[in-house]
């Protein structure tokens, strides 16, 4: 199992950035597909997730409209994209997949880094 994450950075409050994540090594189709973050000195939250035939979304409560999660069974490819981005949003982005009837298979992907600052 492999996941290629991507477009994290450095960007100023207000600003905006798409995370992809390429998975392989399972069938991709058959995974709810979740980004989870975690900031300086906080706990593991998740942000957004998506069911594995992209039907039903769900969100963090801070998201609150800013960001959209997105998947391309074809390409194998989980996309996060934020908007309106705060300081607050500062962490290391992971994606995550977990099997849509045997809940317990669950693999992680390594991070990316998304700092907001001016």
């Known amino acids: 199992v492999q996941f290629v994450e991507s477009g994290g950075g450095l960007v100023q409050p207000g600003g905006s950035l798409r995370l992809s994540c390429t998975a392989s090594?399972?069938?991709?189709?058959?995974?709810?597909m979740s980004w989870y973050r975690q900031g300086p000195g906080k706990e593991l939250e998740l942000v957004a997730s998506?069911?594995?035939?992209?039907?039903?979304?769900n969100y963090g409560d801070f998201v609150k409209g800013r960001f959209t999660i997105s998947r391309d069974n074809i390409k194998n490819t989980v996309y996060l994209q934020m908007d309106s981005l705060k300081p607050e949003d500062t962490a290391v982005y992971l994606c995550?997949?977990?099997?849509?009837?045997?809940?317990?298979?669950?693999?992680w992907g390594q991070g990316t880094q998304v700092t907001v600052s001016s």
């Open positions: 998506i069911t594995s035939v992209g039907g039903s979304t």
């Open positions: 995550n997949a977990r099997h849509t009837w045997a809940a317990q298979i669950i693999y």
């Open positions: 090594g399972f069938t991709f189709k058959d995974y709810a």
